[in-house]
């Protein structure tokens, strides 16, 4: 907190740029509706543009014709200008038209500008609690004297069964109102910040992956020493802090037991009087499904590195095959040069030849072909009936029925699984039905695939006489999330 840092903050941080700017106003209050508030990652131009077009109309109604007076797509892109900052412009595989996603250093500036208002409840309760229960954590969690660890065991046990005997005897303590809002700000501001850093994490791996795209197109070497460099850098974020705790976060939320539990804390929290008192957002009930989303959005950040990886792998074998088929036409070119005027004295060396030598009965015997007998027959037109009728007996999966199941499903349930789709409605056409759910799963629908937690779906399928038989196939959970 030095003056030169400062001053360069001042100068560079796109943040510091944004606070000081004549239209900060416009741009956090747009930005925060569009992108923070509903917890949109990533939005393409025309949505953006024409969301913008519309603020910029409601705005010169309140201030005048010659207020903001550039069209909606120029602001946004002098937002993603270099000397800006504010907004990422880039372009989605496969597509021409531009995406728009909020950069760290702008949600750190609204988030800071939120604190800024006037809060009618400030606690301080839950902080302290929280702190304590830190400290409590890390104190026990280095304790390596066993007896001390069994001590501190013991004395919880026993509040506990004090606890419970208090409760069976009729003393039930309750949480007040303040105490209840108290932890609830607490709650939701942490869940705000979580959303914050996501994106702050996503911006690291980006990062990366710009470097070793850099890296890439300049490198001279050989593959091995980029690789090893890269997958360096790529292992040291990985085991770093931050990537550890990214990744501890990510396999605590990705488990269903975890996800179920939080909807259900989140439904009991949200009914009480006193919280419902406070108006918390429409969003807070699906919170937890938010940090999902943005997980997965930081995860699909990492495959594109690795993909940027298996690309140079193969650009590079190409390239050097490319070389090999270059240095053989030129070893022929020179030697049909050499042919109509050989050089004088020796042009080349090869080592002196030796005989095989075999022995009489080392040699196997001969052995005469087996001649085939054809037999010359006259072919004669047939006049059996045949039916042909199987060749029209083609299995058709209906995608239409299968997303009409998910969707009524999902009508009055936050998420449903792949098992539970299946015995709400069997499988009519066995694994080519099934093969349709994943395909639907990963193009039509948002869905989450749970590695620990194998299921085994069954039908009913006929065997090659017609009988019937029971068929299974095991695979791990997949859920379908609204």
Do not use: C
Not at 34 to 50: I, T
Not at 197 to 212: A, P
Not at 247 to 269: G, I, K, N, Y
């Amino acid at each position: 907190m030095d003056f030169g840092s400062i001053d360069v903050l001042r100068s560079h941080h796109p943040a510091w740029r944004l606070l000081r700017s004549d239209h900060a106003p416009l741009v956090a209050s747009f930005l925060h509706r569009v992108f923070v508030a509903p917890n949109v990652r990533v939005m393409a131009a025309a949505d953006l543009s024409e969301a913008l077009e519309d603020e910029l109309y409601a705005l010169r109604l309140q201030l005048g014709e010659t207020a903001f007076p550039k069209p909606a797509l120029d602001y946004l892109n002098d937002w993603a200008s270099l000397d800006k900052g504010w907004l990422r412009k880039f372009y989605k595989s496969g597509t021409d038209e531009a995406q728009f996603d909020l950069m760290p250093a702008t949600e750190k500036a609204i988030a800071w500008l939120e604190q800024l208002s006037e809060r009618q409840f400030v606690g301080t309760e839950s902080r302290l609690l929280t702190l304590f229960d830190l400290l409590k954590q890390m104190s026990e969690g280095s304790e390596a004297d066993p007896a001390k660890r069994l001590a501190d065991l013991h004395k919880k046990r026993d509040e506990i069964d004090a606890e419970i005997a208090r409760v069976m005897a009729g003393d039930v303590p309750l949480l007040d109102d303040t105490a209840l809002k108290d932890r609830f700000q607490q709650f939701m501001q942490g869940a705000r910040e979580l959303l914050t850093d996501f994106r702050e994490v996503e911006y690291n791996f980006r990062q990366l992956d710009r470097r070793v795209r850099e890296r890439i197109a300049l490198w001279e070497g050989s593959k091995g020493a980029l690789l090893e460099e890269i997958m360096g850098e790529r292992d040291a974020i990985a085991d770093s802090d931050q990537g550890k705790s990214f990744r501890a976060f990510w396999e605590f939320l990705l488990s269903s037991h975890r996800q179920e539990e939080l909807t259900d804390l989140l439904e009991r929290v949200l009914q009480l009087p006193a919280v419902a008192a406070v108006q918390p957002d429409a969003r807070t009930r699906r919170v937890h499904y938010d940090w999902l989303e943005a997980g997965e959005h930081t995860q699909r950040t990492v495959a594109a590195l690795s993909q940027q990886l298996r690309r140079f792998l193969d650009d590079q074998a190409w390239l050097e095959n490319r070389r090999i088929m270059d240095i053989l036409h030129g070893i022929e070119s020179k030697t049909l040069a050499l042919r109509d005027a050989p050089p004088t004295g020796n042009v080349m060396e090869v080592a002196e030849a030796q005989a095989d030598i075999e022995l009489t009965m080392e040699r196997p015997l001969f052995t005469p072909t087996v001649k085939p007998v054809i037999t010359n027959l006259v072919l004669e037109a047939g006049d059996e009936g045949i039916d042909p009728s199987a060749l029209f007996e083609q299995v058709v999966v209906d995608k239409a029925r299968l997303t009409r199941h998910i969707r009524h499903a999902l009508q009055d349930r936050a998420q449903i699984s792949l098992r539970e789709l299946v015995a709400d409605q069997p499988l009519q056409h066995g694994l080519a039905e099934l093969v349709a759910y994943l395909q639907l799963g990963s193009d039509a629908f948002n869905a989450v695939v749970d590695e620990d937690a194998p299921e085994a779906i069954q039908w009913q399928a006929e065997d090659d006489r017609g009988a019937p038989v029971r068929r299974a196939a095991r695979l791990p959970r997949v859920i379908f999330l609204r």
